[in-house]
């Protein structure tokens, strides 16, 4: 790509996600009007999610806490 002239203006996430979405559109060909809203939201959120250091792809699951795991693991130990 050439001729990246991207500037990020802040440094908040959103600002940084915004600048990653330019440089996707423009490496996609999406930079001359040929990104319909969907694609730009779409993109957007896994810009964002990118940035803060989300996984769009993977499933989201709570963190389990350690307390559970010890209790499953007393249980399997007693039904054994």
């Known amino acids: 790509m050439d001729g990246l002239d991207i500037e990020i203006e802040g ?3 959103p600002a940084v996600a915004l600048a990653l979405l ?3 559109m423009r490496a996609e ?9 969907d694609w730009i939201l779409s993109t ?6 990118a940035v803060v250091g989300f ?4 499933e ?5 806490d350690d307390e559970d795991e010890d209790e ?3 249980a399997e130990k007693t039904a054994a």
């Not at 060909?29 to 809203?37: F, L, M, P, Q």
């Not at 957007?44 to 999610?49: D, E």
């Open 44 to 49: 957007y959120g896994r810009c964002l999610a």
């Open 22 to 24: 330019k440089i996707v």
């Open 72 to 74: 499953d693991e007393a």
């Open 60 to 64: 989201i699951d709570p963190p389990e």
């Open 11 to 13: 440094d908040s996430e």
């Open 55 to 58: 996984d769009s792809e993977a």
């Open 29 to 37: 060909g999406k930079d001359e009007g040929g990104a319909t809203a």
